[in-house]
C-alpha cells in the first residue's frame, strides 16, 4: 500500500513509499513477486478518520484518426432515340438450329436504372475497400491532372480493420480457429457476455464454415437449446438454410456472405473480417458509422438536350445535341469507431 505521495526523482522514475497491508507485523515481502519491470494492479485507496485528500486513478486510451468526406460522382450520357425506345420491349429473331428462326425478347435497361445501380455499387466499394491516400499533413496525394484539384479518399472498412484488428491465417477453418477469433474479441470487449459479432466473409469461407459446424454439430449431437437456437428464436437455422446465427458462450455470432469480398479477396481462399458490433450503453454510439453532408448523401442533375429526357419533349433545352446526359453523385465516409475490436481471418 502506497502510504506517501510518491516523488519524482526523474523523468522516468518515481520514488514511493510503501508497506505491506497484513494483520501482523511478521509477514515478509516476496522479492519473487517484486523484480523491475513486473507489474502491479490498482485495487483501492483507503483513508483514516478525518481524511484531507483522496486520489483518483486515471486510465485513458485516446486516438485520433483521421477521416476524410468523399466525393463519388457518375454520368449518363444518351441520344435523343435510345431514350425514345428505352422503355419497348425488343424482337429479335435468332437462328436456334439449322432451318429455324426463334423470337427472343429483350428489354433495354433504362439509363437512370444502371446509373443508380452503378452509383451503388461504387458507393459501397469505396465504403469497404477504399485506401486512403491523405498525407501526414493532410494533403491528398492524388489530383486531378487536368485541374490540379486534390482528390480526398478516406480509408474504408477493409483497411480501417486490417490497420489494427488481430490477424489469423489458417490452413484449414476449424472450430478452434473461430474459438480463438471469438476469444480475441472477448478479450477486448467492456463485458464478456452480451456482445455482437459480426463475421462478413467471401463464399469460399462460407462454405467452410458450412462443413465445419455440420462436423462439429454431428460429432458432438448439439442440441438445438445447448448451443444452436430454433428459428424461432432467431440464432441459427441448421439445414439446406445455412448457419445465420447462433450464440456461444452468452454472445451473438452472425454469420453474412458478401459477393462483394468474393470478388475482390477471390473464390478460392477464405477470408472474413469479425467486427464487435455492441453498441456503447453509456452514449448510444454505433460502432460503425456513415458521414456526409447534410443533404449530400445521394443528389441527381441532368442536362436537357434535343428530345429532353425522354427523347420525345419539346420546350427549352441546354444544348443543341439531340441528347441528355444524367448525373448522380454525392459524399460519403465510413468510420469504424473502435478498429482494435476486430479480427481478420485469411486462408493462407
Not at 23 to 43: E, F, H, M, S
Not at 245 to 265: A, L, P
Request: charged letters at 25%.
Amino acid at each position: 500500500m502506497v502510504v506517501a505521495r510518491p516523488v519524482r526523482k526523474g523523468d522516468n522514475y518515481w520514488e514511493c513509499v510503501v508497506r505491506l497491508v497484513d494483520n501482523n507485523y511478521d509477514t515478509i515481502l516476496d522479492v519473487n513477486a517484486c523484480q523491475p519491470g513486473d507489474k502491479t494492479r490498482w485495487i483501492t485507496a483507503n483513508m483514516p478518520e478525518m481524511h484531507e485528500e483522496g486520489y483518483t486513478k486515471w486510465q485513458s486510451n485516446i486516438e485520433k484518426h483521421r477521416g476524410y468526406i468523399q466525393t463519388h460522382r457518375f454520368d449518363a450520357d444518351y441520344s435523343e432515340r435510345y431514350a425514345a425506345l428505352e422503355n419497348v420491349f425488343i424482337k429479335v429473331a435468332e437462328g436456334k438450329d439449322q432451318g429455324s428462326m426463334t423470337e427472343t425478347i429483350y428489354k433495354m435497361d433504362t439509363v437512370q436504372k444502371n446509373l443508380l445501380n452503378t452509383f451503388l455499387e461504387g458507393r459501397n466499394n469505396a465504403l469497404l475497400f477504399s485506401k486512403g491516400n491523405i498525407d501526414e499533413n493532410g494533403k491528398a496525394t492524388i489530383v486531378d491532372p487536368q485541374t490540379n484539384r486534390p482528390i480526398y479518399i478516406n480509408d474504408g472498412l477493409i483497411p480501417q480493420v486490417e490497420a489494427f484488428a488481430s490477424k489469423y491465417a489458417y490452413n484449414k477453418l476449424t472450430i478452434n480457429v473461430l474459438r480463438t477469433a471469438i476469444q480475441t474479441l472477448n478479450e477486448k470487449a467492456r463485458n464478456a457476455t452480451g456482445n455482437k459479432y459480426m463475421f462478413i466473409c467471401n463464399e469460399a469461407f462460407y462454405y467452410q464454415l458450412g462443413d465445419v459446424l455440420d462436423t462439429y454439430l454431428a460429432q458432438y449431437h448439439t442440441d438445438g437449446t445447448y448451443l444452436w437456437s430454433m428459428k424461432a428464436n432467431g440464432y441459427v437455422e441448421v439445414g439446406a438454410k445455412g448457419f445465420d446465427t447462433y450464440r456461444w458462450m452468452g454472445n451473438e455470432i452472425t454469420f453474412k456472405v458478401d459477393r462483394t469480398f468474393s470478388r475482390e479477396f477471390g473464390m478460392e481462399k477464405g477470408y472474413a473480417i469479425a467486427i464487435d458490433l455492441t453498441g456503447d450503453k453509456t452514449s448510444s454510439q454505433p460502432p460503425i458509422g456513415l458521414f456526409t453532408l447534410k443533404g449530400g448523401d445521394m443528389m441527381q442533375s441532368f442536362i436537357k438536350g434535343v428530345g429532353g429526357l425522354t427523347g420525345l419533349e419539346s420546350g427549352e433545352v441546354s444544348t443543341p445535341v439531340a441528347g441528355a446526359k444524367r448525373i448522380m453523385w454525392g459524399y460519403s465516409s465510413l468510420a469504424l469507431f473502435n478498429p482494435y475490436k476486430s479480427y481478420v481471418l485469411r486462408e493462407i
